[in-house]
C-alpha cells in the first residue's frame, strides 16, 4: 500500500473492513464502518445512554416520561386514561368565519370567492351576495 496510514479498520471483530470515511459512535467512541455504525449493528454497550425515545401522546403531543424497563405503549396508555388533557368537545369545528359585514356565520370549510378570495359562508359564497369587488367586470362565458 502506498498510503498505510489513510483510513481505520472496522471496530466490529467480525468485519475488520479498512474504511477510509470511518463513523465514530458517539455512545461508545469506537470507529466503525458505514455498516456498522447504528447502535444495534454493533452491538453497542453504551447505547443506553444516547439511544434516548420520548413517546409523545397522539392526543395532546405531550411528551411522557417512560422509566427504564417499562414499556412505552403501556405508559401512553395509561397517560390517555388518566392525565390527557386532550377534550373533543372543545374542538371547534366551525372556525371559518364569513368576511360579509354583519354576518356572524361560521362554516366547517372554507368557502373562497373565485374572485376576491375571500371566506363566506354558504348563504353569501356567491359574488353577488357579499358585494364582490375583486373584479369589475363577471366573467362572461361565451
Known sequence: MELPWLGEHCSE?????LDFLPLKCNACGEVFCKDHI???D???SSAYKKNVQV???PLCNAPIPV???EIPDIVVGAHIDKDCKYNPAQ???FTNKCLKPGCKRKEMMK???DQ???SFCIKHRHPLDHDCTGRSQPISKA
Open 38 to 40: 447504528r447502535y444495534d
Open 67 to 69: 422509566q427504564k424497563g
Open 13 to 17: 471483530h467480525a468485519c475488520r473492513q
Open 42 to 44: 454493533h452491538k453497542c
Open 91 to 93: 374542538q371547534k369545528i
Open 111 to 113: 368557502v373562497v370567492c
Open 116 to 118: 376576491c378570495g375571500g
Open 55 to 57: 413517546p409523545v401522546c
